[in-house]
């Protein structure tokens, strides 16, 4: 029996990310110019946008309040792909292709920019993906989905083209076979829809529209209509459409399970493309993978438009996968690769180590290597079928290993912003190769590092014992060496002395071969950039950046916190300009407010990103977020003391990371400063651990204990902690604790013994202002008279028996 994909509701049920967004400190800016005067309530957070298909028709950029916060702003990059030097032997470079249909978040209530949860979907595999498909719609939300910018954003700059979805849903699950009549509806010789999705792809920024149609009751001349609109839609623009297996030219649905003359005329309609690619569903077999295959070759397409789909949602690389068939061994692969849901290596992650593990599992195969594949294994790993592509084909390349999540931010080596985050706008190019190092002695372990960052939330590190000369392998690249390119390196040590570290370059003429440059040593413990001089190799293309490491160090530890390759020197840009606060809203009455902005984007076109800031009364700046785009959500904005309003800066940060000035105005305060309030709700939380993706320390703090028994934190880890960070310091009168009954749970879950501790700078030791032992109660409140901005919740023994979980519904801390 044919199986039909299976998120019918689960785009309605997924986790919706929360909405603030981070702050710090950083410093002093020019005076402002005035301000305009902000539209009250008009701040509130904007979203990605979906409809229904009579609701797409009167969507309008001009009108639509969220729109303009849901651009991407990066191109589509090139990418490279040398067969020489792919990482796997049996990876095939020109053949089957990659396509990845992921939920990165809930159809409705999906914020447009990131936000503070830095529990994400950070996704750090794109050299294998070719398409992403942005998954979600529902028959209670909207069937029209498009994609959030940050992603967009992400994606291009690594080379993958991205598509919203259009998803009409089985009659079981909601659907309706008049939203499909709607979808096809003629207005002379135009396709109204059509033209919107036209519209929306063009003005969002992304490349295209997946195709589910999955809603019975049709008919041929249905059938014929969704292609005329496909048709008709890929004459009017370069608007892309993968096409699922469901619909068949007779207006029945009924998945083949291959290419078949029931739906190959929705891939290639005689002399018409109909669609760019097509997903095979699911139960797929090897003869019909090979009768797909000569079908395709005689419609004149190639095989490897055709995806053949693999549900991993449920199982990961768990599931069961008939790889000879897809990927025979020494021969061509059959067709492409279509992954439903690979984000449930996310979603089944205990914390985020466990997601980094389980990722590198799906992707790169058991020994985090994806030179070492083994293809005996049921799950061997992509890595071991396609090989890697790259986006560095042009200068300035810059890395900072920012993934696009963290638990602060660094700007220039700087802690600018505590707490967590997510924003995958801010994503830098992963690795082509993670991990592989080459040593004849022991080999060095590079990680992900989310403990210290130069810029972002994390830098590269490397440790272990160094007795051999270590390479490791980073980037495969096409960047031509002029006389003036240099190649940067920004790195940290324990000590002051020597790295031990050099450059590798290797070069198109020899691609496998590396020149090293010597790094020298380190003056102390900072982060510290290292200016290489690349002009004796003018003339050259780079072909691959690699770091070796040589010598005897039986602890050997060094973080990497950029590498930058560009010519001449580090851009100044120019400064953005007509900075203006389009509205505000309220978060707590005369504390805190959230904002929507906009300025004028900087002339020149090297602009990387933005970044927003407060300043504050001591000559401070405090980080509130950026973006590529002209347009930003600061979740929140607190009120330091009694002030009358706050003066806001922006500025653009050069694609070598160099700085403008800021353009400036300032927001007011209308109301009094309430006496007390909630001073940690929706404030940025980090914790030890967490039981699950769905149960991160955001849920201690986003004002809710009526939301299901997932509305909480929970951790397993041996020592358990809570930590919120306020944002300055406050003056506090009371801390209050909602355990597991608060929520709905059983009172023998209700935290037993637990400490509360305050400490006013993240240098500072914790002070213990009150010590519980022998609790019972679902909610206990402790008065407190202190002044502190972090506050922390330390559990020593969680529950009243002997299950071992923490599970907090709210942490709060009242005072003004």
């Not at 005996?376 to 790259?390: K, T």
């Not at 003429?509 to 440059?517: A, C, E, G, M, R």
């Not at 007011?668 to 699950?692: E, F, I, K, Y």
């Amino acid at each position: 029996m044919s199986r039909r994909l299976p998120l019918l509701l689960s785009a309605a049920l997924a986790t919706a990310a929360l909405t603030a967004v981070p702050s710090a400190s950083a410093s002093a800016a020019p005076a402002p110019a005035p301000a305009p005067a902000a539209t009250a309530g008009q701040g509130s957070q904007p979203y990605a946008s979906y409809w229904y298909p009579s609701g797409i028709l009167g969507w309008d950029p001009a009108t639509d309040p969220d729109a303009r916060f849901n651009r991407s702003r990066v191109p589509l990059q090139p990418r490279t792909s040398d067969p020489a030097l792919k990482a796997n032997p049996n990876a095939r470079t020109g053949e089957g292709r990659i396509a990845s249909l992921v939920s990165f978040g809930p159809t409705s209530n999906n914020p447009s920019q990131g936000s503070a949860d830095p529990n994400y979907y950070a996704f750090g595999y794109w050299q294998y993906v070719d398409k992403l498909v942005f998954w979600g719609g529902s028959a209670g939300e909207g069937l029209i989905l498009a994609p959030n910018p940050t992603v967009i954003d992400a994606a291009h700059r690594n080379g993958v083209k991205v598509y919203g979805t259009v998803f009409f849903p089985p009659g079981a699950y909601g659907g309706q076979i008049q939203w499909v009549r709607d979808f096809v509806q003629k207005s002379g010789s135009r396709y109204p829809v059509a033209d919107k999705l036209v519209q929306a792809a063009q003005y969002y920024g992304f490349d295209g529209w997946f195709i589910n149609q999955e809603t019975g009751g049709g008919d041929s001349a249905l059938a014929g209509e969704v292609r005329n609109l496909m048709q008709y839609t890929k004459a009017q623009s370069g608007t892309e459409f993968m096409w699922y297996d469901a619909m068949t030219t007779s207006g029945a649905v009924n998945w083949q399970n291959a290419l078949t003359s029931a739906n190959s005329p929705f891939l290639q309609d005689g002399s018409k493309k109909t669609s760019d690619s097509m997903f095979l569903n699911f139960d797929w077999s090897a003869s019909g993978l090979n009768s797909s295959r000569a079908l395709a070759r005689q419609l004149g397409r190639s095989e490897y438009d055709l995806y053949s789909g693999i549900d991993t949602e449920a199982n990961g690389y768990n599931s069961s996968v008939d790889w000879n068939s897809l990927f025979p061994s020494g021969k061509p692969h059959t067709t492409s690769l279509g992954l439903y849901r690979p984000e449930w290596t996310w979603k089944s992650a205990t914390d985020r180590a466990d997601f980094y593990a389980k990722d590198a599992r799906y992707w790169v195969g058991a020994a985090n290597d994806p030179s070492r594949t083994d293809l005996s294994s049921s799950w061997p790993g992509l890595a071991g079928y396609v090989a890697e592509s790259s986006p560095i084909t042009a200068k300035p390349f810059v890395t900072s290993f920012n993934t696009g999540q963290g638990d602060f931010y660094n700007a220039g080596g700087t802690r600018v912003a505590t707490g967590g985050w997510n924003n995958l706008s801010l994503q830098d190019v992963p690795p082509t190769y993670r991990w592989m190092v080459d040593s004849a002695g022991s080999k060095l372990t590079p990680t992900v590092d989310f403990t210290d960052a130069y810029q972002g939330g994390s830098s590269l590190r490397l440790t272990g014992t160094l007795d051999a000369a270590n390479t490791v392998r980073l980037y495969e690249t096409r960047l031509p060496v002029a006389a003036t390119t240099k190649l940067d390196l920004v790195v940290k040590t324990p000590a002051a002395g020597p790295t031990r570290l050099k450059a590798a370059v290797a070069f198109t003429d020899s691609p496998k071969s590396f020149t090293t440059i010597d790094v020298g040593a380190e003056t102390g413990t900072g982060w510290e950039r290292h200016t290489l001089d690349l002009s004796p190799y003018a003339g050259r293309t780079i072909a691959q950046i690699a770091l070796q490491v040589d010598g005897s160090d039986p602890s050997y530890d060094l973080r990497v916190g950029q590498v930058a390759v560009y010519d001449g020197t580090v851009e100044t840009p120019a400064a953005p300009g007509g900075l203006t606060v389009l509205g505000a809203s309220d978060v707590t009455p005369g504390s805190s407010q959230s904002l929507r902005l906009s300025w004028t984007a900087a002339p020149g076109g090297n602009v990387h990103h933005y970044e927003v800031y407060r300043r504050n009364a001591d000559g401070s700046r405090t980080f509130l977020g950026a973006t590529p785009n002209d347009a930003y959500f600061v979740g929140r904005l607190d009120r330091a003391g009694t002030e009358a309003a706050t003066t806001l800066d922006v500025e653009a940060v050069s694609t070598t990371y160099g700085r403008s000035n800021a353009a400036s105005t300032t927001v007011g305060w209308n109301s009094t400063p309430p006496t007390s309030t909630n001073l940690a709700l929706n404030r940025p939380a980090t914790a030890s651990g967490q039981c699950n993706a769905n149960e991160g320390p955001a849920k201690a703090v986003n004002g809710s204990v009526s939301g299901g028994t997932g509305d909480k934190w929970c951790t397993l880890d041996s020592a358990k902690w809570l930590e919120v960070d306020l944002g300055s310091v406050k003056q506090l009168s009371k801390l209050v604790v909602k355990h597991a009954s608060a929520g709905g749970e059983s009172a023998s879950y209700n935290t037993r013994d637990f400490s509360l501790q305050v400490r006013s700078a993240a240098t500072d030791p914790w002070t213990t202002v009150a010590d519980v032992t022998g609790n019972t109660a679902g909610t206990t409140t402790h008065p407190v008279n202190t002044t502190a901005r972090y506050v922390r919740l330390v559990v020593t023994k969680p529950t009243q028996n002997t299950d071992p979980a923490a599970r907090i519904y709210e942490f709060e801390a009242w005072g003004a």
